[in-house]
């Protein structure tokens, strides 16, 4: 069975981090390096936290570090859900590796630009890496399979009415990706508010017993309590990992064909997917936006994914 090629750009980030950890031993994708970006917490923080999650379950992967700050924008952070750490909860060994000292735009373009157009995308944090990928080598953008994006939403947004974090933090970058031609998969809060990780499902991955399940369990604590006291919620979304879910089996999204668009002008809507749910603008549609997702299912992604780690 040919395993899907994917680099992941993420900002761990908790439910980034249980996307690595989705990713990283699956049968179905070969992941080829994890790009990082400010968002979850700056920079250097979140790299930091990419490689504990690769040297915790021994992963062979690289980490590169990517853009500090948005394109235009002034850089945010999500410290209160995330932590000061930006993955607090855990406990990590102390690192044995170091981040590679390429960019993480330069790897992008140099390993975009040596591929046979099979690499798949998989953007959990601010579009910023790949949007300036796109800008410092446009020759890139038809060699991209395809991208599968954290972020965005049809409805409510979880930072303003409007808009999600990933898109709000960047959207001058999401207006490069979304208008980029790229075959694009919207994996937004519509969907993602729906795999809400209640205390009897950090139960159920505990109860595994292997490293990777105490990780998730340990991260999720923390998770739950800081989307309780921010929103109210019992168990808070896993968002990030829905991305990975859809790539190893794309039946647990519903998606439909949609023309979308960022806006980037400023206002009360700044940041907000614009997504031609009704088709009233008659352009064509750019991205397949995901408008439900099988939960039960995704959540035995989650534990099979758990489950290769021995």
Known sequence: MDRRKVILDCDPGHDDAVNIMLAGRSPKLEVLGITVVA?????????????????????????????????????????????????????????????????????????????????????????????????????????????????????????????????????????????SGVPLVMVGLDVTRKVQCYPSVVERMRSIGTKAAHLFADMMEFFNKTQKEVFGWEGGPLHDPVTCAYLIDPSVLTVKEMYSEIDHFGGQSYGRTNCDYFGQSDKEPNSKVAIDIDVEKFWDIIEEGIRNYS
Do not use: W
């Open 39 to 179: 968002g979850n917490q700056t920079l250097e923080k979140t790299a930091l936290n990419a490689l504990k999650v690769v040297e915790h379950l021994g992963l062979d992967l690289k980490v590169y570090k990517g853009c500090p700050q948005p394109m235009v924008r002034e850089k945010q952070t999500s410290a209160e859900i995330h932590g000061e750490s930006g993955l607090d909860g855990p406990v990590f060994a102390p690192l044995r590796g170091k981040i590679e000292d390429k960019h993480a735009v330069s790897y992008l373009v140099e390993t975009l630009m040596a591929s046979d157009g099979d690499i798949t995308l998989v953007p959990t944090g601010p579009l910023t890496n790949i949007a300036m990928a796109m800008r410092m080598e446009p020759q890139i953008i038809p060699k991209i399979k395809e991208i599968v994006l954290m972020g965005g939403c049809y409805q409510l947004g979880n930072v303003t009415p409007a808009a999600e974090f990933n898109i709000y933090v960047d959207p001058e970058a999401a207006h490069v990706v979304f208008s």
